[in-house]
């Protein structure tokens, strides 16, 4: 087997739970077979921007970077109202990348081509006459027209919600015709396949759950002095944790604060936007923009909280507290995907004001780090360790390639 993966972002460093899918999946393909990664690389302004070479992944067979994409632009965003293509799509349709792909495919055989996300449906027509033989599958982060749909219902503005309902329609249509045009698929929860089987139920459909590096953390969670920190971890320039942030600073923090005055609440993440730049204003309230390292904060978290209320997929952000020992107290939404237990490795909690008594007096159960914080957060540890390490995610995914490459 020989795989082109072809992704919309550079996943090095891995720094957002896209790319640490990305990176994982990728290298346990790559470790396995021979595999030519392909890819935008970041912007100019963005930290960490320089391209990963063969140095940074030297997995890969071949790595080539196409230059940073130009979205929303005003042709683009013209095109995604008034076309059939999706602004999503547009953002990620480059000549360049297009040219560079060609260029591949036409000295290279490659019997799997891996399509890291809907939004690169565009290249799939022009790939498929460039190598008839191959299998083509998409790797479904999300299902996109989901969140766009859920994104208008949110949407400040009635410009912003009109556009997104006919982006979220438009994205919709393309899926259903990935899933009758690619030979499989890939996504991260058992409800992201039931999803996509009722629309279209001879598609192949695999659920390759997210994953997290245990190994990055201590193997024995311990309740300690300095821990003092909530922390809410994710990148906060996405739409769905700009709202939870939101939400759980406006709504939950107060209560927790005055009743625990030396608490810090820590929304640790790149790329913060304004809004949640401005949270930082409030008592007990700092925000982290950009960090070299997650590590520091979850040694100083009395607990993780993951207060999401729209968003879908399996939560990379969860797996990785677990994994460094801390409690986690999360929406229903928010641990949505994840083989967990409400009470025994994790706190369940609802996403409404009605539920802030709930909010608080979870994570006042965990206050004294005693017993319960002691259970949960051993519990939580022996749950990643037990289903959700990379090594076993990513030899089931190769094993899934290895078996679809083979069929008639």
């Known amino acids: 087997m020989r795989i082109l993966f072809v992704s919309p972002r550079q996943c090095w460093p891995a720094v957002s739970g896209a790319k640490l899918r990305e990176f994982h999946l990728c ?37 080539t970077a196409a230059p940073p994409l130009r979205p929303y632009s005003k042709g683009k965003i013209l095109r995604g109202l008034v ?69 208008a219902s949110h949407a400040t503005s009635r410009a912003r919600r009109v556009y997104s309902r006919i982006t979220a329609r438009k994205l919709a249509a ?9 030979f499989g698929h890939i996504v991260c929860s058992a409800r992201e396949k039931d999803l996509l089987a009722k629309l279209a139920p001879r598609a192949r459909v695999e659920v390759i759950e997210n994953g ?56 640790v993440g790149a790329e913060p936007v304004e809004a949640v730049r401005d949270l930082a204003r409030e008592p007990g309230v700092e925000v982290t923009g950009t960090i070299p390292e997650v590590a520091p904060y979850y ?17 990379l952000k969860i797996l990785e ?35 802030t008594d709930r909010w608080v007096s979870a994570l006042a159960s965990l206050a004294d780090q005693g017993p319960s914080w002691t259970k949960l957060a051993a519990a939580g540890r022996s749950l990643v360790e037990a289903r959700y390490h990379w090594e076993a995610i990513g030899e089931k995914l190769f094993d899934t390639y290895d078996r679809w490459t083979k069929e008639k």
């Open 299 to 315: 040694e100083e978290a009395l607990a993780a909280v993951v207060p999401l209320l729209s968003g879908a997929g399996t939560r």
């Open 212 to 267: 997290v590096d245990a190994s990055r953390f201590p193997s024995t969670p311990r309740p300690g002095p300095q821990r003092h920190r909530i922390v809410f971890v994710g990148l906060m320039n996405y739409h769905a944790n700009i709202e939870a942030a939101l939400w759980f600073t406006k709504n939950i923090w107060p209560a927790l604060h005055q009743r625990f005055p030396q608490w810090k609440l820590t929304l």
């Open 83 to 151: 076309g059939s293509v999706p602004l999503p799509v547009l953002n990620y349709t480059s000549a360049e990348m297009a040219a560079a792909l060609r260029t591949i495919a036409s000295s290279a055989t490659f019997n799997l081509v891996h399509l890291d996300s809907i939004h690169l449906i565009g290249y799939e027509p022009m790939l498929r006459e460039l190598l008839p033989q191959a299998r083509f599958v998409y790797d479904w982060h999300n299902i996109e027209s989901d969140l766009m749909f859920q994104y």
């Open 174 to 182: 393309l899926e259903l015709r990935a899933l009758h045009t690619a």
């Open 321 to 355: 507290a677990m994994a460094a020992g801390v409690p986690v107290v999360s929406t229903a939404l928010g641990a949505e995907g994840l083989a967990i237990s409400d009470g025994e490795n994790i706190l369940l909690a609802p996403g409404d004001i009605a539920g």
């Open 27 to 63: 290298k346990a393909l790559a470790t396995r077979a021979p595999l030519h990664y392909v890819f935008f690389a970041a912007p100019p302004g963005e930290k960490n921007a320089t391209p990963p070479t063969l140095k940074e992944l030297p997995f890969c067979e071949a790595v």
